[in-house]
């Protein structure tokens, strides 16, 4: 299987680094710090020729590094389920992800 130009890349990573510029490290699925992989908000599996790009993606815990608060493995857990689902509605956070920059 191929590697997904999403996932891998200079394009990729540079778009990785600002995204956590823009966002910082919360986590915008659980609210809680310490985010370390970015989530894309239209799922690659959807769409995979959408363009790499720093604000189609938000901070989530993984995989790799889970919450360290709630234990989620928050982008692992939504899979490619609309973010409006994934996302408990228990959590409020101090920031309007879906605001735009």
Known sequence: ?????????????TARK???RIYG???HLCGHEGAGEADHLVPISIDSEQPIDPHAMRPA????APCP????????SRGN???TIARPTRVATSRDWYAGP
């Open 61 to 64: 815990h993984g995989a790799n």
């Open 18 to 20: 600002q995204m956590f």
């Open 1 to 13: 299987m191929a590697v997904s130009r999403h996932r891998a890349g200079r394009p990729y990573r």
């Open 81 to 83: 389920r609309p973010v």
């Open 25 to 27: 490290d919360i986590c």
């Open 69 to 76: 608060v709630c234990g989620r493995k928050c982008n692992t």
